[in-house]
Nanobody
Framework: QDQLVESGGGLVQAGGSLRLSCEAS????????LGWFRQGPGKEREFVGF????????YYAHSVKGRFTISRDNAKNTVYLYLNSLKPEDTGVYYC?????????????????WGQGTQVTVSS
């Protein structure tokens, strides 16, 4: 069964760091783009970044570029999101998602599998 499970969220002070993990089960994700999205309180879900299967290309939203990093360990079927220099506006539920076509896109509709999300709260 294809499934994504996020972990690693929590409460951190501004300026701190976290590492989120997303473990993928099922063959679908072996050749998928894996992306991260987030949804803050009262906000719409927004793109954070992705890493492709072909070439391991990464791309980040302007708001997190230089502070967040995505990597993947294909042997462990796991993708990581490193969050550094966190700000209160980074607070939200962070979702891992997979695009089975490996398209490397930023739109929600391009992703056909989603995890349940993990909460990140940044205090000021």
């Amino acid at each position: 069964q294809d499934q994504l499970v996020e972990s690693g969220g929590g409460l951190v002070q501004a300026g701190g760091s976290l590492r989120l993990s997303c473990e993928a089960s099922g063959r679908t994700f072996m050749t998928s783009t894996l992306g991260w999205f987030r949804q803050g309180p009262g906000k719409e879900r927004e793109f954070v970044g992705f890493i492709t299967w072909r070439g391991g290309r990464t791309y980040y939203a302007h708001s997190v570029k230089g502070r967040f990093t995505i990597s993947r360990d294909n042997a462990k079927n796991t993708v990581y999101l490193y969050l550094n220099s966190l700000k209160p506006e980074d607070t939200g539920v962070y979702y891992c998602a997979a695009d089975s076509l490996d398209g490397g896109g930023r739109a929600i509709y391009e992703y056909d599998y989603w995890g349940q999300g993990t909460q990140v709260t940044v205090s000021s």
